[in-house]
């Protein structure tokens, strides 16, 4: 069953669909199927990055209509990697009442390549130099116009939006493919020794393995303004621990510890080495 994302132009890709009933519209992150925690903190929104960790993302329409949302990820587009208005971005799209999984960055027409976590210096938006918007997933669901006569679908070229770039879809496609000749990482690699103002300490998405994932354009007339938008700070656990969104573990951290110790226990002689 196809699935769909757009631009003013729309793209229609391969997902997994799940029907929906609840009200609400939804962007979860999800590690090996299941929803990652998250936390909320002084206004701001936070889940934990695990290294080298694949994720999907999963989107909900909670409406009786079509919408399409815009998806970014490091504030680079998942269908094209360009960073712009919500508005004026590809947007993936889905039928009234679904949910749609993202498990990757889209490459060509066919092709998407996983996401994961990894770090600043390893990261996709390194390696394209647009690392302005580390750490940070982003969604806008727009609805789709209601009219009583429906346009013919346009298949061919969209006008040109100094905001959005060409919507011709082979230009994309050989600037993200090219990203498969660079090996960015091992994954899982954990840096030894680094401090926290290292970007080989702070949380980003890479570009990873290949998996099928078709997608065509189509026309979609939407509304200019989202009805919802969600934003998702992710990070490692140390970098969490210093914002104060998680506490430090016990045994990490000896003040901590200290403050915890306790007097007598009951015991009957010292024990030897």
């Not at 750490?135 to 939006?161: D, N, T």
């Not at 926290?196 to 200019?224: F, K, N, Q």
Request: hydrophobic letters at 40%; charged letters at 25%; glycine letters at 6%.
């Amino acid at each position: 069953m196809k699935i769909a994302l757009m631009f003013s132009l729309l793209l229609i890709g391969m997902a997994d669909v799940a029907a929906c009933h609840d009200h609400s519209p939804r962007m979860e992150v999800l590690v090996n199927g299941a929803p990652v925690p998250t936390y909320f903190h002084k206004g701001t929104t936070y889940l934990e990055a695990i290294k080298g960790k694949e994720y999907e993302i999963r989107l909900t329409n909670p409406l009786g209509v079509r919408i399409a949302v815009a998806l970014a990820v490091d504030g680079l587009n998942t269908i094209d990697a360009r960073h712009t208005e919500a508005r004026f971005g590809r947007k993936w799209v889905l039928e009234p009442y679904q949910s749609i999984v993202i498990s990757g960055w889209q490459t060509n027409a066919r092709q998407a390549r996983r996401f994961y976590f990894t770090t600043e210096d390893r990261s996709y938006s390194a390696w394209l130099n647009k690392t302005k918007n580390l750490g940070i997933i982003s969604a806008a669901f727009f609805k789709e116009k209601i009219r009583l006569v429906q346009p013919e679908p346009i298949l061919s070229a969209v006008p040109e939006s100094p905001q959005a770039g060409s919507p011709h879809r082979h230009k994309d496609q050989s600037r993200a493919e090219a990203a498969g000749a660079a090996e960015m990482q091992s994954k899982g690699m954990e840096e030894k020794g680094a401090s926290l103002d290292s970007p080989s300490e702070y949380a980003a998405t890479g570009i990873g393995d290949r998996i099928h994932h078709e997608v065509e354009s189509i026309y979609m007339d939407l509304e200019d303004q989202p009805f919802a938008a969600f934003n998702l700070r992710y990070e490692f656990r140390p970098a969490l621990v210093r914002l104060g969104v998680i506490p430090p573990l016990i045994s990490r951290d000896p003040l901590i510890r200290r403050e915890n110790a306790r007097g007598f226990r009951d015991s009957t002689f010292c024990p030897e080495p």
